[in-house]
Nanobody
Framework: HVQLVESGGGSVQAGGSVTLSCALS????????MAWFRQAPGKEREVVAI?????????ASSVEGRFTISQDNAKNNLNLYLQMNSLKPEDTAMYYC????????????????WGRGTQVTVS
């Protein structure tokens, strides 16, 4: 079955950088729409960045120009990354990797496959 496992979170000072990684295994399709979501305490989960099956990307306005989503196929996994630069305290949240076969599901915040999340704390 499909599994997503995130890594790379941690604590960082404002202005610093962090790279998150996500490994998707057990997949049955060659391509997925993949995305990063985040949820801060007391706030709703929001989409941060999406990469569609054709490689096109979209970003939340709050991270545009600071975050970069990318993916590759290595070690028999689909790997998703989020390079986060110029971090701000308001970027503090649990970050989740997600995947689906449709862009609509991702844009509606209901992708089928989710990772368990990795915490990013910016102080």
């Amino acid at each position: 079955h499909v599994q997503l496992v995130e890594s790379g979170g941690g604590s960082v000072q404002a202005g610093g950088s962090v790279t998150l990684s996500c490994a998707l295994s057990g997949y049955t399709h060659r391509r997925y729409v993949m995305a990063w979501f985040r949820q801060a305490p007391g706030k709703e989960r929001e989409v941060v960045a999406i990469t569609d099956m054709d490689g096109s990307t979209t970003y939340a306005s709050s991270v545009e120009g600071r975050f970069t989503i990318s993916q590759d196929n290595a070690k028999n996994n689909l790997n998703l990354y989020l390079q986060m630069n110029s971090l701000k305290p308001e970027d503090t949240a649990m970050y989740y990797c997600a995947a689906d076969l449709t862009l609509t599901a991702v844009k509606n915040n209901v992708p089928y496959y989710w990772g368990r999340g990795t915490q990013v704390t910016v102080s």
